[in-house]
């Protein structure tokens, strides 16, 4: 192992993708075995995400699932990734992550991103706007306030100095920022750890990483830069084997950008069968061309590309595919690969 990787925290972020022949609870339980597989292995943390109104994500309430997955779990840390914070009033959020800190004290990350809904339509069920999405620096200074007592961030006044969030107040929860890139800047203001993907546009990546090490302001929330790099990892026992594993994904979002609805996970083969338009294909073969895939040697390889480029601390792995037993092996390999395991742990079903 290199002293790249075995200097670098890797972690796992689930969306709860439905499965084809499965329904949105099963999902949902998928997705705390599959945080307690993970802990076994010996990732740092497990992370839940926030959709709303789209057909193959069962993930909509990610601090009730968070609270699922802590319960379920004993060591590794979990979060959210993230809480749509446009979605919510601060002080709603505040008093969530309070409730799961005072339930797992010390194990709740609150990560945080700045999307609204995926439609109109959701976002008018929402009572949010497309343009709220540009007040997220506000709100996010907003949302630290309530931990940080009658004095706001950096000492100014909190909105609501009459109002105390309880039992947040005082606690201290990590915050993390998500970000595509304009985000960094947000992150390096606010003095937080900042999530970034994907992996696909390496330049811009580096780009909204530097931006954001350059800007950064130490914080009571954080005293240097600490940066996560997100994307798709998919490892298996050969090239071919780890392409299969992103081809359910992949075909999920072309059929959504073709079509205006995002289905549930498919059998990789019969994807591969199947006829396709010009721009499905497109989308498609763009999908697969993106995540870091392959063997444990070829990962190896590509992962310490992508730290030595970013400086990333932390490597949080979106991974979802069709099988779920494929997916579990990708994760033990990764896991060996990485260090955080040894070669006897069973790749369990």
């Known amino acids: 192992m290199s002293s790249v990787i075995a200097s670098t925290r890797f972690s796992v972020l689930d969306r709860s993708r439905t499965r084809e022949g499965q329904d949105a609870p099963q999902a949902l339980r998928d997705t705390v075995r599959l945080a307690q597989r993970v802990e076994e292995l010996g990732f740092h943390r497990f992370w839940v995400a926030e959709h709303h109104g789209v057909p193959g994500v069962a993930g909509s309430a990610p601090t009730v699932l968070a609270a699922a997955v802590a319960a379920a779990t004993s060591t590794i840390r979990v979060g959210t990734g993230g809480v749509m914070l446009p979605n919510h009033q601060t002080l709603v959020v505040a008093e969530q992550f309070g409730v799961l800190e005072s339930l797992f004290p010390g194990r709740i990350d609150m990560g945080l991103g700045r999307s609204v809904g995926f439609t109109g339509g959701v976002r008018r069920a929402l009572g949010r706007e497309k343009d709220d999405a540009e007040d997220f620096a506000a709100q996010l200074s907003e949302l630290l306030g309530w931990f940080e007592g009658s004095r706001g961030p950096r000492g100014t006044r909190r909105a609501h100095p009459q109002v105390h969030a309880h039992p947040s107040e005082g606690l201290r929860v990590p915050p993390f920022v998500l970000a595509t890139g304009e985000g960094a800047g947000i992150a390096a203001a606010a003095g937080v750890p900042l999530v970034i993907g994907d992996l696909k546009g390496r330049d811009r990546l580096s780009s909204a990483v530097e931006r954001y090490r350059a800007e950064f302001r130490p914080s009571v929330w954080a005293d240097e830069p600490y940066v996560v790099v997100a994307g798709t990892v998919a490892v298996a026992g050969s090239e071919e084997e780890a392409r299969r594993l992103l081809v359910p994904e992949a075909w999920a ?30 989308f498609y073969d763009s999908g697969l061309r993106g995540p870091i895939h392959g063997t444990q040697e070829q990962v190896k390889e590509a992962l310490e590309t992508v730290i030595n480029d970013t400086g990333a601390d932390e490597v949080l792995v979106t991974t979802s595919t069709y099988d779920r037993a494929a997916l579990l092996d990708s994760f033990r390999r990764l896991a060996l690969l990485a260090g955080l395991t040894s070669a006897d742990v069973p790749a369990a079903a």
Do not use: V
């Open 253 to 282: 979002m072309a059929y959504s950008r073709t079509h205006g609805t995002f289905p549930p996970l498919a059998p990789a083969g019969r994807i591969e069968a199947a006829a396709m338009t010009a721009k499905e294909r497109e």
